[in-house]
């Protein structure tokens, strides 16, 4: 099994360019969610999927989109980069809501 | 809402010491506590975790505890060792709610050799 795959590892965005940070897992999992990292912040969910066709917004969800047409695939959209949106992105995926997240290896964007 | 407040933020220990992180939650209703390690580079991976009806669980040398009435959780390493060196991440949530563990802001852990 390869778990939780995400590309790209490393990205160089400007001000206003869209782009799609990819997230897949081969486990079988249902539950799959993104979420951001930034110093001193821990890690805070962007959006989060319990299902094919299912999704939901979590904590900071502003400035992204996500879809979940097939249960491995859960990618995440951003509109409109926003220097504030300079961070890390860590894609996951479980059996359910209290079993373990198994995690990405991270995406690095930085927005100029 | 949930808040999980973690202490302290980076904690430097010796070699063979013990290391005790501890995690603080507002919601009294949460009833799941794991603990994730972030080695640098990688995301983070589960170590233990516990639920509200049991007080204490150990895996070798790392145990969490967990006391209800106060609202706090702690992480306790013994013999630590370089490897154990990483960020911590302590979570909270309650099992009926939605799909959203409330996470702490870490503890960056530091073993001096």
Not at chain 1, 41 to 64: C, F, K, W
Not at chain 2, 64 to 92: G, M, R, W
């Amino acid at each position: 099994n390869a778990g939780v795959t995400q590309t790209p590892k490393f990205q160089v965005l400007k001000t206003g360019q869209s782009m799609t940070l990819q997230c897949a897992q081969d486990m079988n999992h249902e539950y799959m969610s993104w979420y951001r990292q930034d110093p001193g912040m821990g890690l805070r969910l962007i959006h989060y999927s319990v299902g094919a066709g299912i999704t939901d917004q979590g904590e900071v969800p502003n400035g992204y989109n996500v879809s979940r047409s097939t249960t491995e695939d859960f990618p995440l959209r951003l509109l409109s980069a926003a220097p504030s949106q300079t961070s890390v992105y860590f894609c996951a995926s479980s059996k359910g809501t209290a079993s373990e997240q198994y995690f990405g290896p991270g995406t690095r964007l930085t927005v100029t | 809402g949930e808040n999980v407040e973690q202490h302290p933020s980076t904690l430097s220990v010796q070699e063979g010491d013990s290391a005790v992180i501890k995690c603080t939650y507002s919601d009294s209703a949460s009833n799941y506590f794991p603990w994730y390690k972030q080695e640098l580079g990688k995301g983070p991976q589960l170590i233990i975790d516990i639920r509200s009806n049991v007080g204490e669980k150990k895996d070798q040398r790392i145990a969490v505890t967990l006391n209800k009435t106060a609202k706090h959780f702690s992480l306790h390493i013994t013999e630590t060792q370089p490897e154990d060196s990483a960020v911590y991440f302590c979570a909270a949530i309650r099992l009926d709610s939605n799909y959203q563990l409330i996470w702490g802001a870490g503890t960056k852990l530091i073993i001096k050799p």
